[in-house]
């Protein structure tokens, strides 16, 4: 059973072997790479509309979608870890007939799983953009390290109890912090309130270190691979932060690393603060000679 009713005005349910991943593609058909975008924890398609448009805009092709369990998508096997949604998101775009090349693009705790994604699928993808996103490193920092583990603590609470319905009237408060439009709008606070994509969200968290360790087991990106850093607020407002995050464009030969100054972490995906994450996709294609 889907998490949502599915609205068939945003995207399509594509069939990945008995049960349906939801996919949003958006702008023209091109030889361009694809841009493939991996929203954060608790996230889902809707995430990216704003960043979708602006791609598009600048004719480049991109395709949202929401992970197992997530938004419209059917739940996928347990554990939700780094690999799960790997071969997802594979079983997913084959089905779709892309092939690659792509751009991969992951917001927050999205940066573990395209550490997982990336090494797998290495021929296929020409460039990374990491937009306030974790790393598995950071679990060596305590600081860090206490913050993700009181996050878990708090979504197993979330994720056991979400069925008696008290994520509805906490969707009306904070379901789109980005700042999206129109239907992705009401869409992000539908599914934001939905007890099942509460479930299979806090499913992920609950697996948050695994997915960091096996992250870390896939090696660092190769570095010929571009990769471009888009991080939520000004550089000396958390250096300690800032530079871990950093870290994978300093380790690129091709690196680029962007700090926007007014952003937090949902409303740079939004429309004050997506240009950036535009520019750092520019950025990896053209230094991929693409």
Request: hydrophobic residues 45%.
């Amino acid at each position: 059973m889907t998490t949502q009713r599915f609205h068939s005005t945003r995207g399509e349910l594509i069939d990945i072997g008995g049960r349906r991943m939801r996919a949003v593609r958006a702008g023209p058909v091109s030889e361009r790479p694809m841009i493939i975008l991996e929203a954060g924890s608790f996230g889902c398609a809707a995430d990216w509309a704003v960043v979708q448009d602006r791609l598009a805009a600048k004719g480049l092709s991109s395709i949202a979608y929401d992970r197992a369990g997530l938004g419209f998508s059917d739940p996928g096997r347990e554990p939700r870890d780094g690999h799960a949604i790997a071969a997802d998101l594979e079983a997913m775009l084959e089905r779709m007939g892309e092939q690659g090349p792509f751009v991969v693009v992951g917001h927050s705790m999205a940066g573990l799983m395209l550490r997982v994604f990336v090494p797998r699928n290495r021929e296929q993808v020409v460039g990374v953009v990491l937009v306030d996103a974790v790393t598995p490193e950071m679990m060596d920092v305590k600081t860090a390290a206490r913050a993700v583990h009181a996050y878990r603590r708090a979504m197993k609470f979330v994720g056991r109890w979400s069925g008696l319905g008290f994520m509805r009237p906490v969707s009306l408060l904070i379901g789109d912090m980005i700042g999206l439009e129109g239907e992705a709008s009401k869409e992000k606070r539908r599914i934001y309130g939905s007890p099942v994509h509460a479930r299979w969200s806090a499913d992920e968290v609950q697996n948050w270190v695994r997915t960091a360790n096996q992250g870390r087991e896939a090696g660092v990106f190769d570095p010929d691979l571009p990769v471009a850093v888009v991080t939520a607020g000004d550089e000396p407002a958390a250096a300690p932060l800032k530079a871990l995050e950093a870290a994978p464009a300093h380790a690129s030969r091709h690196g680029y690393v962007a700090h926007v100054h007014g952003a937090n972490h949902a409303s740079l995906l939004g429309r004050k603060f997506a240009d950036p994450i535009v520019a750092g996709v520019e950025h990896v294609l053209k230094a991929a000679g693409l």
